[in-house]
């Protein structure tokens, strides 16, 4: 089970940090993955990262949006960098299994003032 955290409010331009932490060893998940729903839509992906490090963001993010894992920490970052208006969405974390299944989690909320 993934748990995403770490949303609020910011204002335009700035960065936001989220969490994803597993309640068991993340490092056995092959890759985490997040996404975002903006109410509406359908959850878009953001980007994945895999057992080994391996790190893919989508076009739209991939120059303003990083992941990472800290293991000991059973934990995957999302980190959101020169934030707009848009990317206001709740931001979810998952297994890619458990996306695959479209079984999720509470996501966490981002919104970003202009």
């Known amino acids: 089970q993934l748990q995403a955290s770490g949303g609020g409010l910011v204002q335009t331009g700035g960065s936001l940090r989220l969490s994803c932490v597993s309640f068991g060893n993340i490092a056995n998940i092959n890759a985490v993955v997040w996404y975002r729903q903006v109410p509406g839509n359908r959850r878009g992906l953001l980007g994945t990262?895999?057992?080994?490090?391996?790190?893919r963001l989508e076009e739209g993010v991939k120059d303003r949006f990083t992941i990472s894992r800290d293991n000991a920490k059973n934990t995957v970052y999302l980190q959101l960098n020169n934030l707009k208006p848009e990317d206001t969405a709740v931001y979810y974390c998952?297994?890619?299994?458990?996306?695959?299944?479209?079984?999720w989690g509470q996501g966490t909320q981002v919104t970003v003032s202009s």
């Open positions: 998952n297994s890619l299994v458990g996306a695959l299944r479209n079984t």
């Open positions: 990262i895999t057992a080994a490090g391996i790190i």
